[in-house]
């Protein structure tokens, strides 16, 4: 990645990590190999000799496994029946889950995938004791970007709920500084803990603390309460996916604000079946 990228600073933003975390594994690999790979440059990176060696004998062992892990494939069909367990929040079904399942059991015929839906605090315990082998959480925190393998599947932008009746509900896009004086429905932070910090963020820019005044412990219970007239929400797009009686949705016009939706599995965990479902779910996410 660094070698594409030929700068450390956006290498370590395509990996989604820090850039000292890059710059320690371009020297611990210098240093296992004998050989300075990269030429520091003031405006980047640029390949040594030794690094352009490296680096074409490197894409032809990634391409080598590629090939292996194919011819593998029907093999794999053949052997033992597998079974994966995944965890997702509700709005990734009719997303992008239903389909990528799909995709994916006409290839592993073999594999069957348990699915249980769960709010993404009870995804990242669950994880943490064994009891799912991928969770489809949603927004990561920062404990379980630390602590798993994170995956980014889609991002999708946040937007205003309202119930039909509301003055702005005919409005197709929203600024937040027009919400000022709602009340507000959230959810809960024990079982949704990245919201808190995003709501936060969010509102620090239109310099008003939102009124929340329901908290709800799940995304249905969400959607009930605004659509009984409790007040308004900001949620992910991906809610409209769900069902949404008397509910309607705007954009979010000032400020905009992007959610990236995540998966997690453990750092050890790099089953070819895992990898290809995961896959699946990006190339249907997008």
């Not at 959230?186 to 620090?204: C, I, N, Q, V």
């Amino acid at each position: 990645m660094a070698a594409e990228e030929a700068n450390v600073s956006r290498a370590a933003a395509r990996l989604n990590v820090s850039q000292p975390a890059v710059s320690r594994q371009i020297r611990d690999l210098e240093e296992e190999l004998g050989v300075s790979l990269f030429e520091r440059e003031r405006v980047g990176l640029s390949l040594t000799a030794a690094g352009q060696t490296a680096l074409a004998h490197a894409k032809e062992v990634l391409r080598q496994a590629g090939t292996l892990s194919d011819a593998l494939k029907p093999f794999r069909a053949q052997g033992e029946r597998v079974t994966l367990k995944v965890a997702y929040v509700p709005t990734a079904l009719p997303v992008f889950l239903a389909e990528g399942l799909r995709s994916f059991n006409r290839e592993y015929t073999n594999v069957c995938v348990q699915i249980f839906e769960m709010a993404p605090a009870d995804q990242e315990e669950a994880l943490r004791k064994g009891e799912v082998d991928l969770a489809l959480l949603g927004h990561a925190s920062r404990e379980v970007r630390r602590d798993f393998e994170i995956e980014v599947l889609r991002k999708t932008p946040m937007v205003v709920a309202l119930p039909d009746g509301h003055p702005l509900a005919k409005r197709k896009a929203i600024d937040l500084s027009e919400l000022e004086g709602e009340g507000f429905v959230g959810l809960s932070e024990r079982r949704f803990p990245t919201r808190r910090d995003m709501t936060e963020t969010l509102f620090s820019k239109v310099g008003y603390i939102p009124n929340t005044i329901f908290e709800a412990q799940g995304l249905s219970e969400l959607l009930g309460l605004v659509g009984g007239g409790m007040g308004v929400a900001i949620v992910p797009r991906d809610l409209s996916y769900l069902p949404h009686p008397r509910v309607v949705f705007a954009k979010l016009r000032r400020p905009s604000y992007t959610l990236a939706f995540c998966a997690a599995r453990k750092k050890a965990d790099r089953r070819g079946e895992i990898e290809d479902l995961l896959s699946l779910l990006k190339e249907n996410g997008t």
